[in-house]
């Protein structure tokens, strides 16, 4: 788990500061401060499609002595009993540990949830701490993707950051002491999408976000609720892309909290600047989550552009 830093070029400078994964295999070796800072790893970054290589010099391992440890791990999830249960519960979770919970209602519930259970972490347990937890790194795992991009681009040093409205009141609100990054306590806020991941490493022909796009295109897509006991809070979508010499039917289970998350969901990446991410073949692949919201609800989502 790691952070961007230091690309020059217009593409690059859009990216530093993300977090990101890196990948090791193949013989590179671990990547440490005696790492040649030429040599080039693949990284997939939250947000961007990929993976793209990058070099040594340009990331920055948040870990403790590059294992990959973080002292301080703040989880959230939000969840509901089943797809037509009106509530759902946002927990806050450090280190495997339940440190608060919130009933929502309404709609935009996932990304509300996000939101409410960082206030609820700046305002209660942010320095709850130990003065040896105090100066160690904090890893945030959020579930809305706009919503996790948003505060660590403010944890990198944008002070202009915004989501839309409502919900950028009690964004902002959150953000009065949310922790910055600083070299002696760096802070990350990583995407960590429930049911569904994103394209990471997967070579270019298993890659299922084009596959996701071209089955829509040709109709060749199913979306139903999903009658497994321990899914009852979400929905199944099977699909094939017809194009492929190797026609496979792909089978994913996905969360949706209804028409109002997925249009606040486009309205959130354009006030943060970054719409860019809501064309098809972007999206399926950094968030296949909100893309099938966005096929779901796609009149709506269209609209709300």
């Known amino acids: 788990i790691s952070r961007v830093i230091g690309l020059t070029s217009e593409a690059g400078k859009k990216r530093n500061g993300a977090a990101a994964r890196v990948d090791l295999r193949g013989g590179i070796g671990v990547l440490a401060n005696n790492d040649d800072p030429d040599v080039r790893h693949q990284v997939s970054i939250d947000g961007f499609p990929g993976p793209i290589l990058i070099k040594s010099s340009n990331i920055e391992l948040l870990s403790e002595g590059g294992d990959g440890n973080f002292k301080r791990e703040i989880t959230v999830g939000v969840g509901r009993g089943t797809i037509n249960d009106a509530d759902a519960q946002a927990v806050l979770v450090e280190n495997s540990q339940k440190l608060d919970s ?171 600047g970054e719409a860019s991410r809501l064309t098809p073949g972007v999206l399926a692949q950094v968030d296949p989550q909100a893309f099938w919201s966005a096929i779901l609800w796609l009149r709506p989502f269209i609209n709300a552009l």
């Not at 953000?175 to 070579?203: G, W």
């Not at 040709?218 to 321990?230: D, E, F, N, T, V």
């Not at 010499?245 to 792909?250: G, H, K, L, R, T």
């Not at 994913?252 to 028409?259: K, T």
């Open 102 to 272: 919130e009933i929502l209602n309404g709609g935009s519930m996932r990304s509300r949830g996000n939101v409410k259970a960082m206030e609820k972490f700046v305002k209660k347990h942010l320095n709850g701490v130990s003065q040896k937890q105090s100066s160690c790194p904090i890893l945030i795992k959020l579930t809305d993707l706009n919503i996790a991009r948003a505060f660590n681009r403010y944890a990198f040093g944008d002070d202009d950051v915004q989501v839309a409205d409502p919900l950028n009141r009690s964004f902002q609100k959150a953000l009065r002491k949310f922790p910055r990054n600083k070299e002696n306590n760096p802070v990350l806020v990583q995407f960590e999408s429930h049911r569904i991941s994103e394209d990471r490493f997967e070579p270019k022909k298993m890659r299922l976000g084009p596959q996701r796009v071209e089955s829509v295109k040709h109709g060749a897509i199913q979306i139903y609720p999903c009658a497994l006991k321990q899914y009852l809070d979400s929905l199944e979508v099977r699909y094939a892309d017809p194009t492929r010499d190797d026609i496979m039917i792909q089978h994913e289970i996905f969360l949706d909290y209804g028409v109002d998350e997925a249009t606040d969901y486009a309205k959130h990446a354009v006030a943060m």
